[in-house]
């Protein structure tokens, strides 16, 4: 039965046929965690000479779909808030005020519509900032 490498994501010590070495110089130099990981590194590692860099295949970039739900969740949020605050200012500004809702629906109404316009605005500034540090991790020298 071959013997199984050990996994190079968790200490080696606490893996299953893990022998501790009798030299701790010789611990250092060959722990089987630390060459599975270079090997997986190394193959990696693509090598591109100066005349394939026109030959690399082109990467299409592909927006993130949550974000793109997140800015329409944003957009949808501050048009009703918005939306909330005109139908409530229409129902206090009409001459013969006949008030459809009750007192408790109108008063959560008055509250909901600013909070929904804050939550709209802040998941905004959240998604701008998103795309702000992507940007900076594509274009960083």
Same mark, same amino acid.
């Given at each position: 039965?071959?013997? !199984?490498? @050990?996994?190079?994501?968790? $200490?080696?010590? @606490?893996?299953? &046929?893990? !022998?501790?070495?009798?030299?701790?110089?010789?611990?250092?130099?060959?722990?089987?965690? /630390?060459?599975?990981? !270079?090997? /997986? #590194?190394? +193959?990696?590692?693509?090598?591109?000479?100066?005349?394939?860099?026109? $030959?690399?295949?082109?990467?299409?970039?592909?927006?993130?779909?949550?974000?793109?739900?997140? =800015?329409?969740?944003?957009?949808?949020?501050?048009?009703?808030?918005?939306?909330? %605050?005109?139908?409530?200012? =229409?129902? @206090?500004? #009409?001459?013969?005020?006949?008030?459809?809702?009750?007192?408790?629906?109108?008063?959560?109404?008055? @509250?909901?519509?600013?909070?929904?316009?804050?939550? &709209? %605005?802040? #998941? &905004?500034? =959240? %998604?701008?900032?998103?795309? +702000?540090?992507?940007?900076?991790?594509?274009?960083? =020298?």
């Amino acid at each position: 039965m071959a013997k !199984e490498p @050990f996994d190079p994501r968790f $200490d080696p010590a @606490f893996q299953p &046929g893990f !022998e501790a070495p009798a030299n701790p110089a010789q611990k250092r130099d060959s722990s089987p965690a /630390r060459v599975a990981l !270079e090997q /997986r #590194t190394e +193959a990696r590692v693509p090598v591109l000479s100066d005349d394939s860099e026109e $030959d690399a295949p082109q990467v299409s970039r592909r927006p993130n779909p949550f974000l793109i739900a997140l =800015g329409a969740i944003s957009v949808a949020l501050i048009a009703g808030g918005l939306g909330a %605050v005109q139908s409530v200012r =229409g129902i @206090f500004t #009409t001459e013969n005020i006949s008030v459809d809702l009750d007192y408790i629906s109108l008063n959560m109404l008055i @509250f909901a519509a600013p909070l929904a316009i804050a939550l &709209g %605005v802040a #998941t &905004g500034i =959240g %998604v701008i900032f998103i795309y +702000a540090i992507d940007y900076k991790k594509r274009h960083a =020298g």
